[in-house]
């Protein structure tokens, strides 16, 4: 009988200093008795430093689970989220306190003998917490982002109406008013308008739920598909509207460089997206004239990869920083939506992106996508 009650203990400890929940053993005058080592490692503590000593001048920040009074409750409380101060940072700590009463088997936490106290159970549950409260911010933030779409999606409409509306003006107002002050009116108001589509368009893009079924998608013909397009609307004029208002030197080329097929498992309407935003970014950067090069290539097995190198200014230290937040940019007319869309496209087919910069020089974006098998 002793040797099975001597195993039954020794099994006790194990499993006492081997689980992952914290276990501190105080007695009724709140001293310390037995320490796990998972409040050992929580707690940022040693066990033969704390052990004997009251848990008001080692611990005090525990002192919140156990009765306020610093005694020990007579009844058991519910689990309780306690913040923590431990050194410089901040934890936050889920636990519970249970009775010992006398003679009970874990009156023996205490010092070995049997008398009463009580045992505080604890979890760390910082990253928890800030796991749930992100989780209510997202969900949060996907209602407003969802009204703001519907709203933006209903400004379309009027704006169309009054572009619409001035240009009636335009052409059946007689040749005397439709001159000087009047005319230049009439510009602004149109150029705000194309403005503010340009705007609801960029977002309504960044919004639009991402999830389509990904395919076999000849990047090559994409790129070549974009780059005419680009090419046969950068007339002067044209260009103005399609750009933004911001102007790009007339004398930029635009060069291909896809030597061999590539197929990427993707959707060809995304990708033309995400080549047309990469593609106007580095347009945009260039005061001068230059070359923006726009490749493909077989990464590996697994990936292709394609690029938008430009030889513009670079991106600044902050620029980096908040590259891919949406409303980030640093250009006048600019809605700082586009690299933010490029971003939630790549991500959604499992790829990803990555920069290259150099201030003056020039800058690199590589976007890496899943190879289609042939
Ligand atoms: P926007 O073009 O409306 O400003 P983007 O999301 O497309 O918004 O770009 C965000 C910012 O990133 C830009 O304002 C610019 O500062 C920087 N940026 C993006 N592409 C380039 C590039 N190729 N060269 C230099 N800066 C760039
Ligand atoms: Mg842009």
Redesign the pocket.
Known sequence: KTERIEKLIALQERILSHMPTGLLAVDASMRIGFVNSAAEHLLGIRAEEVSGKLVSEVLSGLLPFFDVTGSVSSHSRLQQVVEVQLGTNKQLLRGDVAMLKEGEAFGALLHGEAVEGCVLLFQDVTKLISLEDKIRQNEKLAAVGQLAAGIAHEIRNPLAGMSASIEMLRSSLPKEVVAGENLKLMDIAIREIDRLNRLIT?FLDYVKPQKTAAEKVDVRKQISEVLFSLRTTQKPGVIQSLK?G?PIPASVELKENCPDPVFALASGEKLRQVLW??I???M??MSQSGVVEVGCKNESEQLVKLW?R?Q?????EQ?LAH??EPF????EK?????????YKLVEAFQGEIKVV?KQGE??L?EVFLPRAGL
């Open positions: 960029d933004g911001i935003n990469l106007i970014n580095a945009q950067a938008v430009d513009g200014q670079g991106l600044s620029a590259l891919y980030f940019t640093t250009k600019g809605t700082g939506l586009g690299l933010a869309t490029v910069s020039g800058t974006f």
